[in-house]
């Protein structure tokens, strides 16, 4: 039976408290739902997505649906892709901290897709009853899909580059020229590119379904709304805006097509979650799903006042993770994810909150970090955490958990500083390059631990860090006050585009520099899309409302910036060929046959670095090959003049120049076999470049 034919009532069971969510069987669909304050709830079942009042009501007797705090039901006959949602009754009383309402329509915290054709948020916000324009949740059968042997690829995180990317923004240019632009299937046409790139990760902002209709404000009669997508509405479900056909249910068959193709590629998939708040908002925000399931379970509300709601995350309420009910979500949600769409990996957006205890107070050993990091479903899962939270718990180089990497805030902002040319940073340079030992080892973490960025989505492109001085956010329409203010970034001498052939010359090498740095670290690197042909974002350091061209990946500079291209391929080349970049373990004193030690530092004279020097802008190393790989000699000039460097003699071999960000492309990054020999024992820096230096047998 389809569902869209439905009409006639189904005889309903009493069902199991579990599985939660809505689970499609031989017998029907058995409904389940977590309330632990409520004292009734009813099911609602819609005959097509856009119908405004559901064909059948069916209200849940406690004496019979209804197991401690589960509330179930089984309904006989019942197809996958029917649409529904609940009504939770109970105490409406803020101050105590509960706010049912049973005029309020609820989609289903475990659903595995939802339709908002017929959704106004406001109606969400008042007491008043709004089934006409609630969203609806639509049964999802998982079974029967081909997976054609598919699986999680299960890459060793040492060998990952990350490539993170906005699910819509990527093809929703009309400059990318795909059939279906900003959804799962507009990626698939655009895999080619990333395969001959080079990444072998692709991370994803938030795919989990959002409120992309809700506006923020308007600019000049234009509408802003929440496009990166960092509020979640339901964490089990694909975000139907990316989904070409979400009315009839397509949501996990369409976003399994995407993941299928990219592993085919040899590209794992990353997904940017956000446990931390839900897209409820505060006292004042709208009801559409735990707030009228169950408030004081989900949330942390003040103490005291319970009608209020903690604010760890900035957003308005903050998810109380590490309440039983609440970790048994996340981690069933995480499980979901990897067993049912062969997702590789998670970065747990203001990941810190994690951390909190049900009052709010940071803990030493939090259940749900833990349990994610023991789980057996998840042991092969990459898991990353934003290192903090927005009430000022920092955590990098300390997050609990042993194999939890993190955002390295601290590699970010040490390389900017660096490159920019500030004086006296080649110790912290060199630290970072090295891993952060600084952060992991004495705790007995690894080089892994550290995802190396220098920018990210939240922040100036890589374009812009060496275009702007200053953030430009009045296109967010407000004032220019969001976004941070120190951004650690150098215009290069004029702020914004510039038709000065110099300026671009030298902006073009400050993004090499940075390119070659970064993929030269030891860590896990991750890149931003669009950097590597130099997308801009016009000095927007917050474009989280900027649904247009200021977001959207612009491909007509894959052409215009095809040098810049090569060299981010070259780079990323280069980085999986030598193990040396990409080992799990940090520097050790290790000796090859040629005795060099694993890591040499040197400054413009050999083994002489200037760790005390205030004003130094200069650094090299020399990282030992090991089991018949060569040897790489590094040198970085920031300072603005040409520095001669004295070159390491290595009995019996000769040294390549396989990078110089200074020369003009191609020159800049030789094709692999094509290195340029150096006969000299000094080699002359320019200003504001890096060279990179392989030998062989000579």
């Known amino acids: 039976m389809a569902a869209s034919a439905l009409s006639a009532s189904f005889a309903v069971e009493p069902g199991s408290p579990h599985p939660l969510g809505a689970t499609p069987g031989p017998d029907g669909v058995n409904f389940s739902i977590f309330s632990g304050n409520a004292t009734g709830v009813e099911l609602l079942l819609f005959a097509a997505y856009d119908d405004p009042q559901p064909f059948q009501t069916i209200r849940l007797d406690p004496a019979v649906n209804k197991n401690f705090h589960f509330w179930h039901v089984l309904v006989r006959g019942l197809p996958a892709g029917t649409h529904y949602a609940y009504r939770v009754d109970g105490s409406f009383n803020p101050a105590a901290g509960q706010r049912f309402n049973r005029n309020k329509v609820l989609i289903d915290p475990y659903a595995r897709g939802n339709t908002d054709a017929l959704w106004q948020r406001g109606a969400a916000c008042t007491p008043d009853d709004n089934v ?19 699986l999680p690829l299960k890459r060793p995180i040492e060998d990952s580059i990350i490539y993170e990317m906005h699910a819509r923004g990527f093809t929703q240019s009309p400059s990318s020229e795909v059939g279906h632009p900003g959804t799962f299937a507009g990626i698939i046409e655009k895999i080619p590119y990333l395969k001959d790139l080079g990444v072998t990760a692709v991370e994803l902002l938030p795919i989990f379904d959002f409120d992309e209709t809700a506006v923020l404000r308007e600019l000049d009669g234009k509408p802003l709304t929440n496009y990166w997508g960092y509020s979640t509405m339901s964490f089990f479900a694909p975000q139907s805006f990316y989904c070409t056909t979400p009315e009839i249910g397509s949501h996990l068959r369409e976003f399994r097509d995407l993941v299928k193709a990219l592993h085919r590629a040899g590209i794992e998939v990353i997904l940017d979650v956000v446990f931390n708040h839900t897209d409820e908002g505060n006292h004042m925000g709208p009801t559409f799903s735990f707030k009228g399931a169950d408030n004081q379970t989900y949330y942390f509300l003040v103490p005291g006042d319970l009608q209020y709601y903690m604010d760890f995350s900035g957003c308005g309420n903050t998810f109380n993770c590490n309440h039983p009910i609440a970790q048994k979500l996340i981690v069933e949600c995480l499980r979901y994810w990897v067993r049912e769409a062969h997702v590789d990996g998670f970065r747990f957006d203001e990941g810190s909150i994690l951390a909190r205890g049900e009052d709010g107070t940071p803990l030493a050993q939090p259940p749900v970090v833990w349990q994610i990091e023991l789980d057996e479903d998840l042991a092969d899962a990459k898991v990353i955490a934003e290192a903090w939270d927005a009430a000022g718990l920092y955590q990098v180089g300390h997050f609990p958990g042993d194999r939890w990497a993190e955002w390295n805030g601290r590699y970010r902002d040490d390389i900017r500083s660096f490159v920019k040319g500030d004086p006296g940073m080649v110790g912290a340079a060199a630290t970072r390059l090295a891993g952060s030992s600084d952060l992991y080892q004495q705790r007995g973490s690894l080089p892994v631990n550290s995802i190396n960025f220098v920018n990210c989505h939240d922040g100036f492109t890589l374009n812009d860090l060496v275009s702007y001085n200053s953030k430009h956010n009045e296109a967010n329409g407000e004032n220019n006050n969001d976004g941070i203010n120190n951004n650690v970034s150098w215009n290069c001498g004029v702020e914004g585009p510039s038709d000065d052939p110099a300026v671009e010359a030298l902006r073009a090498r400050q993004v090499r520099n940075f390119a070659a740095l970064l993929l030269l670290s030891r860590g896990v690197p991750m890149l931003v899309a669009g950097d590597e042909v130099r997308r801009t974002q016009n000095g927007n350091n917050n474009a989280y409302c900027q649904d247009n061209g200021t977001s959207w990946f612009d491909w007509s500079l894959v052409d215009q910036h095809g040098d810049l291209l090569r060299f981010w391929k070259r780079m990323i080349e280069f980085r999986k060929a030598h193990a040396t970049l990409h080992l799990g373990q940090f520097f050790s004193g290790a000796v090859n046959e040629r005795g060099l030690a694993d890591v040499t530092w040197h400054g413009t004279k050999l083994a002489s670095p200037a760790w005390d020097d205030p004003e130094a802008q200069a650094l090299g190393m ?63 820096v320019a200003g504001r470049s890096v060279v990179v230096l392989v030998n062989r047998a000579g």
């Open 132 to 150: 006409a324009v609630s969203m609806r949740s639509v049964v999802i059968d998982p079974s029967g899909y081909d997976w054609e042997g598919d």
């Open 622 to 684: 020399t990282l030992a090959g090991f089991q018949g790989d060569p040897d790489i000699h590094v040198m970085m000039n920031m300072h603005w003049e040409p520095l001669d460097f004295d070159l390491p003699v290595v009995t019996g071999r000769v040294w390549f120049r396989a990078v110089d960000t200074a020369l003009a492309p191609p020159s800049d990054i030789a094709d692999p076999g094509s290195e340029a020999p150096v006969a000299e024992s000094t080699y002359a």
